[in-house]
């Protein structure tokens, strides 16, 4: 069945870079997007980017700047590189294909 | 950017009653060609990722209870639960899909 798991370091310090790492079963991403959603503590979900299922990406449009969305389609990963992280971003990384979520990944930006 | 808005942000309710909430886009979300609406529901509890509820506005995911019932077209859209029950406690999320995604802020039902 499909399922989709995230994973990173928990703990990020301010200005560096978020690496996290999408990976999938039961589906194919040559096939299917690939999509990143995040939710601050006690706040509500933001769409932060996609990748398409010809590799192509898009961005939230105020996070642009800052953000990578690439793949691995022989490993079955999809990767997330945000950089310049600011406590703002302190936030859990759900990744997800339409109705199937994963766990979501807490990630706290601290020094 | 679409923007989603939803009414109300929070809502006090007792089992059994009929519930509505309201969401609102910044542009139409009926695409003429195949007139559908890209516009989906989420359930979130406490701890737990979102749940997809709805999708085309009106179409129930699989297993979703029938108590459940999307409507609207174009930029207003509702969701309404016929009969609340203790396990719909919860945040729910609009979601436009047309033009990438964005979610509403969401509406939590409180046990009144």
């Known amino acids: 069945q499909v399922q989709l798991k995230e994973s990173g370091p928990g703990l990020v310090q301010p200005s560096q870079t978020l690496s996290l790492t999408c990976t999938v079963s039961g589906f194919s991403l040559t096939s299917n997007s690939v999509h990143w959603v995040r939710q601050p503590p006690g706040k509500g979900l933001e769409w932060v980017g996609a990748?398409?299922?010809?590799?192509?990406?898009d961005y939230n449009s105020a996070l642009k700047s800052r953000l990578s969305i690439s793949r691995d389609t022989s490993k079955s990963q999809v990767f997330l590189k945000m950089n310049s992280l600011q406590t703002e971003d302190t936030a859990i990384y759900f990744c997800?294909?339409?109705?199937?979520w994963g766990q979501g990944v807490m990630v706290t930006v601290s020094s | 950017d679409i923007v989603m808005t939803q009414t109300p942000s929070s809502q006090a309710v007792s089992a059994g009653e009929k519930v509505t909430m309201s969401c609102k886009s910044s542009?139409?979300?009926?695409?003429?060609?195949?007139?559908?609406?890209?516009l989906a529901w989420y359930q979130q509890k406490p701890g737990q990722s979102p749940k997809l509820l709805i999708y085309w506005a009106s179409t129930r995911e699989s297993g979703v209870p029938d108590r459940f019932i999307g409507s609207g077209s174009g930029t207003d859209f509702t969701l309404t639960i016929s009969s609340v029950q203790a396990e719909d406690l919860a945040v729910y999320y609009c979601q436009q899909y047309y033009n990438l995604w964005t979610f509403g802020g969401g509406t939590k039902l409180e046990l009144k």
């Open positions: 990748i398409w299922s010809g590799g192509s990406t």
């Open positions: 542009q139409s979300l009926l695409y003429n060609e195949n007139k559908k609406n890209y």
């Open positions: 997800t294909k339409g109705p199937r």
